[in-house]
């Protein structure tokens, strides 16, 4: 996404603004609340997936092979060796998985017909807080997928944060059907 996710300070969340941003500009057409717009988001977020996963499992992989050299040289120790947030099996400089999880949440949102200011803020919110702490089943998919090969850990990248993005956006979907103040 442009170089986002090597943002020195939460590129996770500096990753979830694109999404917000775009549907800030077309909140206001009739495109946007419409069926249309939800299928779109959906065609879309399924062409990044796809584009993604063979993508991530390049990255895993070259992770992966970083990591196993530099425990079978004797001199390993006096390398340089990658960054710890790195080593995980989701890098945080990915932030593609952001995007999707984002796309998603608004999609959501943007179906219920609730699309506003607010609503955008709140499915931002939302996002961020179920793709850090993972609530549900957002962290057994992850646990599973990451210990698959490359190819599942990198749908578990994926999975993780369109199954948080699924959540905000029903959670913001729900809040705005009762709460009237969300609907201005």
């Known amino acids: 996404m442009g170089g986002l996710g090597f943002c020195p300070f939460a590129p996770g969340t500096v990753g979830s603004v694109p999404p917000i941003i775009a549907a800030y500009f077309f909140k206001d057409s009739s495109y946007f609340n419409s069926p249309y717009f939800f299928v779109f988001t959906l065609g879309f977020c399924f062409a990044v997936a796809a584009v993604s996963i063979p993508c991530l499992c390049l990255i895993l992989k070259e992770i992966s092979q970083k990591n196993a050299a530099f425990k079978h040289v004797p001199w390993g120790a006096a390398l340089p060796r990658l960054p710890q947030h790195q080593k995980k099996n989701d890098p945080s400089y990915v932030v593609i998985d952001e995007v999707l999880g984002q796309s998603l949440a608004l999609a959501l949102v ?20 179920f793709d850090i702490f993972k609530p549900g089943g957002i ?37 705005a059907a009762f709460f009237p103040f969300l609907k201005m």
Not at 120 to 129: A, D, E, G, H, I
Not at 161 to 166: H, K, M, T, V
């Open 110 to 129: 943007a179906f219920s017909q609730f699309c506003n200011t607010k609503t955008l803020l709140l499915s931002f919110v939302f996002f961020r807080f």
């Open 139 to 175: 962290s057994i998919l992850e646990r599973r997928l990451a210990q698959g090969t490359f190819r599942l850990q990198a749908l578990g990248i994926l999975a993780d944060d369109a199954l948080a993005g699924l959540y905000a956006g029903a959670c913001v979907s729900l809040l």
